[in-house]
């Protein structure tokens, strides 16, 4: 029952049904507990001037924003040292899931189901005793403080949803697509690369937005191998957030939340249906 | 024999890294917290007790306290999705409950740090609003703010699975027990809820395990005593580069996060053998 339709009979019989109060009370009670705390990030962004007992901004505008994007504020190098850190993550977890997932959908593999429950174990455990360990591990053989240490540990991370997203891509793929191919002459590596592969496109590229969104917003392995020779977005937020200046945070912090919120919005368009039921099969 | 060879060839290099990159580390933090100076022996763990048997108990009780909050609003949010009858609240819920899903915990620790403070956004709306008196609003800066951090990014995601769960659920028993007459929330409770517990309780067990190995938020909204281990970890290797106590720490919250996941499986095989 809408709201317009439930309001009009029963004022004509003068009692207000009320029905539908609680339940636009407990609406818009979440919508402010899920915009409010957002609202407040925009807010302190383009703050110039705001304390105690303003309820908002005395002033918007655009100065911390300049200030952040100055060669010396540091939010350039970080930006670039993120970006660039978050492609070579989906190169190098792509690069080891597309070959993994298409055995673990199509091969026949011994050993299958406990080797998928093997790629979850980052899932399983608590990571930051791990990363603190890594962070020892890469000191010793000198990989602490670079780039590629902090890629590894990202490709890591991001691994286990490249494999199992990718693996219920090539799944969701009719077989008998590829062995029509076959059947016509197509070698095997012909048949995967012009058949399974572009068919497979979607949720491949779905797991790669995934591990680069992972890596774009991963603090502990970063802050334990890459701080403070690697500064990313979000080590850059840390210590911008504990220094108390809360703008050049807030910036920071929305940089990272733009990308992840446009996914939030066409996840659905790359995970379709028949992909997500086989996830984990 | 041949297809099997190509198959375990193509998988290896990924298993490797997860092998290398994460079981080996893995196993030298277990083996790092028995390690001290004198040689093998449980002295970390002596220190741990001594310096962070609090911590270790706040620990507990945050995630804990977050973990059956998460629950109950992702089985509120998905039973209104299933049994909702005003399509258009159904669709505001629907668009509404899974904008934190893809936030980054670092994001939110910045965005609650703001918002909870004593003068943050929160209490000058309470204020403004006539519920608050200035000399009435409180920090929620401690482990109020770490619960509701926690709970404002996990519970869209096991909303979702949950959500995902009820909506593949057979809709006869429901119409049938809403013809004899049940109310919506009693059939959410005894007949939604019990069908849809697996998936519930994998949503928990991953919520517990993430929560207990965020470092970001713990960091950013209450870093002071008393505080979560994450946080002490961190503090024991930037201040005293001090891997054993660390490890001990670490070795406490994989005992933790086991602890769940045996009761769990237990849970499970259980079930299956009845």
Redesign the interface.
Known sequence: ???AVSRAPSFARFRPNLR?LP?ALC?GL??F?????????L??AFAERWY????LPLQYGFEFWGRVFEPRGGALTSLSNSIVIALLAVAGSLA??V??A???AR????LRSL?LI??L??????????????A??FYGIGLNGTILGVV??H??HG?VYA?WIATAAFAAVDEELEQAARSIGAGPLRAFFDVTLPLAMPGIIASGIFVF?ES??E??GS??VGAPDVTTL?LL??TA??GGN?QT??IT?LL??VP??L??LVVERFLRADVLAKVGR | MR??L???G??L???L??LL??????T??VT?AFETEAGAGLGNFAKVWELYATDILYTLAIVSLSTVLIALFSIIIGGYLTLG??P??VA??RW????????????V???????LAK????N??L??AGLLT?LQTTSFLDWRGIVIAFV?KQTPFVALLVAGAMAALDRGTIEAARNLGASRLRILVEIVVPQVRGTLLVGMI?SF?TM?????VP??ISAQTPTMI?AD??FR?NAYGD?GV??A???I??AM?FAV?FAYLRQSVRERSR
Not at chain 1, 107 to 110: E, M, N, Q, S, T
Request: glycine fraction near 4%; proline fraction near 8%.
């Open positions: 029952m809408s709201l539908w339940r609406l979440l919508a507990v899920i915009f409010g705390p957002l609202a407040n990030l807010l302190w105690y007992p303003h309820i080891l899931a070959p993994a298409y055995s673990l091969l026949k593999l011994p080797i093997a790629f174990i980052p899932q399983a455990f608590p990571e930051m005793p791990v990363y603190v360990n890594i020892r591990l590894l540990v490709v890591t691994l494999i969104l774009l917003d603090f502990t802050y334990f979000p937020l840390y957030g504990a809360y945070a807030s912090a990272l939340l992840s919120i996914f939030m | 297809e099997r190509v198959g375990l193509l998988v290099p990924a298993l890294t997860i990159l994460f079981v080996y580390p893995l030298t933090s790092g009858e005003n258009r609240a505001i819920l509404l409950y899974r904008w934190p899903l893809f936030i980054p915990f670092i994001v620790g910045q965005i609650m740090r703001t918002f003068n943050g956004l929160m000058n709306l204020v403004a200035p404002w991953l395990v207990m190995s965020v470092l970001s960091l950013m994450t970890m961190a290797i891997y660390a490890d720490l670490g070795l919250s994989l996060t996941a």
